[in-house]
């Protein structure tokens, strides 16, 4: 189990690094098409290409804002909670966190084949939107994952960090 946490953990950090090069790319795009258009010449194509890096921007860094923790969270209540209570609510909030994304990974994943199939493509470029689904769908996967693993830590005895 520890060896799929540690592929687990490799994945969320390489995927970090993809969404902070597709916020980059997502600069440079917006600056080259802001100078562009003062010259006259905008980079065609550019709200598709921002659009699609955003997707993988946000899909991608999803799993590693869980596991760092920098999502929005009630501590000043749950702060002077009775451990077990915490424990519990914890449970719980992970529990329904994991079935809700792990149906919306599913659902993203049926979507990207439906699309596929019908040969949904961007208006100006003709990219296969199919393509930025299935990305989001696999950030939703490794999201669900890292659940499916909080929650598996909250019935150790012994877990390996302390987050409560």
Known sequence: M???FALLDKARVSMRAIAAFCLCCMALVTGTDVVGRLMGSPVFGSE?????????VVGLSLPDAHAQRSHIGVEIFVRYMPRALRRA???VTNA???VLFAIVTWRMADYGLTMRESGVRSMNLQLPEYLVVFVLAF???IFTLHLLRDVLELFNPNPAKGTE
């Open 2 to 4: 520890q060896t799929l």
């Open 48 to 56: 598709e290409i921002v659009t699609m890096l955003a997707v993988f």
């Open 89 to 91: 609510l914890r449970l």
């Open 96 to 98: 329904t966190a994991l």
């Open 139 to 141: 950030g939703f996967l």
